[in-house]
């Protein structure tokens, strides 16, 4: 399994971002899938989750200004951040997981995406 992320860059605080993660399987419909982000010197910690069955889940930092969505049919998990402020600057990471009948755990990140918020 292979995860691409784009759509990072340099946004204006205030403004807004949309990331997308690919993922390179065939049974991408199974997997949790989240986005993590790393600041520099800062452990990396997770943003949003969007559960193999729709469920979502957030950091308290970003409810109610960044939105997790997949569409299964593209194989894609997209990141809406909307009222970017500073402190959301960091690489931001694609991260897949699976838990199999056996209690197996399969996780696989993507590369990051930097988002710089700044004026």
């Known amino acids: 399994v292979q995860l691409v992320e784009s759509g990072g860059g340099l946004v204006q605080p205030g403004g807004s971002l949309r990331l997308s993660c690919t993922h390179s399987?065939?049974?991408?419909?199974?997997?949790?899938m989240s986005w993590y982000r790393q600041a520099p010197g800062k452990q990396r910690d997770m943003v949003a989750l969007v559960t193999a069955r729709g469920g979502k889940n957030y950091a308290d930092s970003v409810k109610g200004r960044f939105t997790i969505s997949r569409d299964n049919a593209k194989n894609t998990v997209y990141l809406q951040m909307n009222s970017l402020k500073p402190e959301d600057s960091a690489d931001y990471y694609c991260?897949?997981?699976?838990?199999?009948?056996?209690?197996?755990?399969?996780?696989?990140w993507g590369q990051g995406t930097q988002v710089t918020v700044s004026s």
């Open positions: 399987g065939s049974i991408f419909s199974i997997y949790d």
């Open positions: 991260n897949a997981h699976y838990t199999d009948p056996s209690d197996f755990e399969y996780d696989f």
